[in-house]
């Protein structure tokens, strides 16, 4: 792969960390259950994301 390549990567990676952060945080501030799972499901996602990428790598 080429650099850019791998920097596309590297960003993709942290991107999908950052949102799934950033849900974990608004689903622990929410106190609505139906909204909070929704949001949990949301980062959930985000998680399988960056694993499958993270797969495809190794």
């Known amino acids: 792969m080429s ?3 791998l920097l596309y ?3 993709t ?3 999908e960390q ?3 952060a950033c ?3 608004s689903a622990n501030q929410v106190s609505d259950p139906e909204l909070k799972s ?3 499901e949301i ?3 985000h998680t399988q994301a960056f694993n499958r990428f993270y797969t495809l790598l190794g």
């Open 3 to 5: 650099p850019k390549e």
């Open 9 to 11: 990567i590297d960003d």
């Open 13 to 15: 990676l942290g991107h």
């Open 18 to 20: 950052q949102i799934k």
């Open 23 to 25: 849900c974990t945080d």
């Open 38 to 40: 929704f949001i949990s």
């Open 43 to 45: 980062a959930s996602r």
